[in-house]
């Protein structure tokens, strides 16, 4: 059975996301997904590359036309742990704008679920905890990378102050002596 997704006028990821949700469900074999952003056709091709799935481009007056063809055979991303911890101390990325912010969050983690082998965990601290419990738009995302072999971990200190305790969607709780532990093992930290 084949879908329609119109992502024209979507900030990217939206149309990735937007993409791999529907090519997740049951019964469906191909998908025609349409964007106006080269940004957005570049994520979903690399989409379609990552899932090993076939497709075709069409341009129309500035209009991409992507259809995808979905095997019937899917390849398991082999479950290899990296060397490397990412360090997550807030709901948003970078300074300024906090909307802006939150849609270069959701840019990243989308793509890192893009990226075998490197990655050992993700530790989420203070606002960012906020980006794995109930509400997220993000949980997708995680629970994929979780799949792959990546150790969530968010501070429990810091679920009780927000609240959240409960609420955790993704991943486990962790200590600050388990998240230091686990930067000290790294080859590489990043901090966000």
């Given amino acids: 059975m084949r879908h329609t997704i119109d992502a024209r006028g979507l900030a990217c990821p939206q149309p990735e996301m937007m993409t791999e949700n529907l090519l997740a469900l049951p019964g469906i074999t ?32 500035g209009t991409f036309y992507i259809d995808i063809v979905k095997e019937t055979v899917r390849v398991q991303k082999e479950n290899v742990q990296g060397r490397t ?31 075998d082998g490197e990655l050992k965990s993700l530790l989420f601290l203070n606002g960012g905890v906020l980006l794995t419990t109930a509400g997220s738009q993000l949980i997708n995302c995680l629970k994929q990378l979780e799949c792959n072999g990546v150790d969530i971990v968010s501070c429990g200190t810091c679920l009780e102050y ?7 969607e ?19 930290v990043i901090v966000l």
Avoid at 40 to 52: N, T
Avoid at 170 to 188: C, F, I, L, P, T
């Fill in 170 to 188: 993704v991943g486990r709780v962790g200590n600050m002596y388990a998240m230091v532990e686990a930067m000290m093992q790294s080859s590489k």
């Fill in 162 to 168: 927000y609240g959240l305790l409960d609420r955790l």
């Fill in 85 to 115: 911890v990412i360090l997550i101390k807030s709901n948003i990325l970078g300074d300024g704008n906090d909307t802006l912010g939150s849609v270069l969050m959701q840019s990243f983690v989308f793509t890192l679920t893009r990226l």
């Fill in 30 to 61: 191909r998908v025609l997904a349409i964007v106006a952003d080269p940004a957005a056709l570049e994520g979903i091709q690399r989409l379609v590359e990552a899932k090993r799935m076939g497709s075709s481009v069409e341009e129309q007056e």
